[in-house]
């Protein structure tokens, strides 16, 4: 279960960065360079801060095969995309949901401090949409004061609450997920923000 959340995450967060590439009318090969680093971009940061290396999409082809398959459906199937930042919205959530636990799970397994587990959740989360919006002259949205990190952090803190609690590891890990996506659309439709030192001017937010 853990695999094909981890090819999930992956698929969502390369059809993201499809989506982005192609409004801003990049070439193809601009296109699958933004899918690839918005698709491993923060795994690939969390495997070098854990010392796992090579990092894991050197290590399995399925995660390349993945994202090259998404990304030809997501070009093939782009007039099919009526509203275009709504489906980027959309696969962007879905993938901090299932990155978020991803990450958690990679350090459980290094065992590392439960702190550190969600630390590196929200790395996982969201430094391939860092890679992405920096090369494509974006400010991440990380750096805005949309909810965004701060989902992986209550999603991640839910994670280690519910596995105090006598139920499966899988449905743990199912719940938190969909709390990270759940937690990021709420915030979005009902324009909750975490408090901006700017004011009601318009600036980057606080980084969460």
Wanted: proline share 3%.
């Amino acid at each position: 279960m853990f695999y094909t959340i981890d090819i999930l995450g992956t698929i969502a967060f390369a059809i993201s960065g499809v989506l982005v590439a192609i409004n801003k009318k990049m070439d193809l090969f601009g296109i699958l360079i933004i899918a690839f680093v918005t698709a491993v971009g923060g795994g690939t940061l969390r495997d070098l801060l854990i010392g796992n290396t090579p990092v894991s999409w050197m290590q399995d082809m399925n995660y390349t095969y993945s994202i090259l398959a998404a990304s030809v459906l997501a070009i093939v199937f782009k007039s099919k995309i009526n509203y275009l930042r709504t489906s980027l919205f959309l696969f962007d959530t879905i993938g901090i949901g299932l990155y978020t636990l991803v990450g958690i799970e990679k350090g459980i397994l290094a065992g590392l401090h439960p702190i550190i587990c969600i630390a590196l959740g929200t790395i996982t989360a969201s430094f391939g949409g860092v890679i992405r919006d920096i090369l494509c002259n974006e400010i991440p949205v990380i750096f805005r004061k949309e909810i965004y990190a701060t989902a992986c952090i209550l999603g991640g803190t839910a994670y280690f609450l519910l596995s105090e609690l006598p139920i499966k590891n899988n449905v743990a890990f199912i719940i938190a997920a969909v709390m990270v996506v759940v937690i990021r659309l709420l915030a979005v439709k009902f324009k909750i923000a975490l408090p901006s030192i700017y004011g009601n001017k318009s600036g980057p937010g606080n980084g969460f």
